[in-house]
């Protein structure tokens, strides 16, 4: 499917993102998502809000354009672009005007997801997708918070954990499912701790059920700063780096160095773990070690980066700053789109 998108970009816009929708929702139906993990992906792609009804299952979900949860309508206004699920259920785009190009593209795959959704789910069983997400939003009330819990049986502490969404151990686990996040499209893992990590993760605290939201926060924010050199990072390493993802997520503006950072390695990716290994050893020989090269090797890389970011990354303080910027560039620019 990629390689269709990247032979289509240059012929037709219009078709590659309509592939990429595919792509998007089919990734959620593979990851058994929840049913307001296809109404968010619906909203954001499209711009508008989005809401299904499914008086069967007595279900009405809705959420606005930004993916947050509302208040639920019970039907689709006439103008708004819908599509039938079957049982008399429908989703729908709220958009006022004409219709996007991708609208109806956008509204067939989510009509398939959640079809797929309800019949993978009895009318006894608990939504597994659903319940993760309720419990794992700080936005959500806590009694609803607790519902969740009570749904997936959890009476217990529990280890949260935010994975990458590829990763085969997480898909696996028995309390999973897709979540869309300030990242991309990521697993939220609820298991305990004597089962396997992920291969590349966030691994957070092990909490009772009223602290799986806060934990969960932070699972994100580990998640984004794993690297090649630190694929799995464990949130109580954190420390002040959660006020740094905090500042990142509220959109400050990118200090001087971030912005030199970006600039070295958009050109050059591989360079990132050059100066992750530099930034964790305290001797340019120890992290030429680290890297299997030779000493003057990496003093004449690190010559040639000096001048770009204003600094010397191989003394002490040098690295300490580019410790930082490494971590801002990485909760600014780590993503984990289909």
Not at 103 to 131: I, Q
Not at 137 to 143: A, E
Not at 230 to 245: K, M, S, Y
Request: aromatic share 2%.
């Amino acid at each position: 499917m990629r390689e269709l998108v990247g032979r289509l970009s240059g012929l037709d816009p219009t078709a590659t993102e309509t592939l990429r929708v595919i792509e998007y929702f089919d990734t959620l139906v593979e990851g058994h998502v929840g049913l307001e993990a296809f109404l968010r992906g619906a909203a954001v792609l499209s711009g508008a809000p989005a809401g299904l009804v499914v008086p069967e299952r007595r279900l009405a979900l809705r959420v606005d354009a930004g993916g947050r949860r509302t208040g639920a309508r019970t039907t689709a206004l006439d103008g708004w672009s819908s599509h039938p699920i079957g049982a008399g259920g429908t989703v729908w785009i709220e958009r006022d005007g004409p219709a996007h190009a991708n609208d109806r593209m956008v509204l067939e795959r989510l009509a398939m997801g959640v079809a797929v959704t309800l019949d993978r789910t009895s009318l006894a069983d608990a939504d597994v997708g659903g319940c993760i997400e309720q419990l794992i939003d700080i936005r959500v009330r806590l009694d609803e918070r607790l519902r969740a819990a009570d749904r997936l049986h959890l009476h217990r502490p529990v280890r949260v954990i935010a994975a990458a969404p590829d990763d085969p151990i997480a898909r696996r686990a028995k309390r999973s499912t897709l979540v869309s996040t300030v990242a991309g499209v990521v697993f939220a893992v609820l298991d305990d701790a004597e089962q396997p990590a992920p291969e590349r993760a966030g691994i957070g605290r092990t909490v009772p059920p009223t602290e799986v939201a806060a934990a969960w926060t932070e699972a994100l924010v580990a998640l984004r700063l794993t690297s090649a050199r630190r694929p799995v990072v464990a949130a109580d390493e954190l420390g002040a780096l959660t006020v740094l993802a905090a500042g990142v997520d509220a959109g400050a503006a990118e200090p001087p160095d971030v912005v030199a950072l970006g600039r070295l390695v958009a050109g050059n990716p591989a360079l990132l773990d050059t100066l992750d290994e530099l930034a964790a050893h305290e001797s340019v020989r120890g992290a030429a070690a680290a890297l299997g090269v030779h000493h003057s090797t990496l003093q004449h890389r690190i010559a040639a980066v000096r001048a770009e970011l204003g600094y010397d990354p191989g003394e002490h303080g040098g690295r300490q700053r580019m410790a930082l910027a490494l971590a801002v560039h990485r909760l600014t620019h780590t993503r984990f789109d289909s």
